[in-house]
Nanobody, 124 residues
């Protein structure tokens, strides 16, 4: 069994920064890539960012490009999401996900394991 646990969410004012982490536990697993998704109240889950675990190639949603940075610490098996210049529209529950099968990084169906989410609230 694999468990992903996000941390680092919180309530901040617009323009502030937060750094999300995703800790993996349970049996070891090989991952093609890991990603971050978010879901705001009343909206569908959307892709935020992803990183390939081997080469560290990154991808971002247009809405966060230039403000968010995804990175990984291979030694700790931990991905991070640095979020700068936060806006009220970034308010959502943020989920970490891992893909062991590969596929399209933008699609939730490519991911095999999901965390329980961490709340990010940005006030204006």
């Amino acid at each position: 069994q694999v468990q992903l646990v996000e941390s680092g969410g919180g309530l901040v004012q617009a323009g502030a920064s937060l750094r999300l982490s995703c800790a993996a536990s349970g049996r070891p697993f090989s991952r093609y890539f890991m990603g971050w998704f978010r879901q705001a109240p009343g909206k569908e889950r959307e892709f935020v960012a992803a990183i390939t675990w081997g080469m560290g190639v990154t991808a971002y949603a247009d809405s966060v490009k230039g403000r968010f940075t995804i990175s990984r610490d291979n030694a700790k098996n931990t991905p991070y999401l640095q979020m700068n210049s936060l806006k009220p529209e970034d308010t959502a529950v943020y989920y970490c996900a891992a893909s062991i099968r590969g596929g399209t990084v933008f699609q939730g169906s490519s991911y095999d394991y999901w965390g329980q989410g961490t709340q990010v609230t940005v006030s204006s």
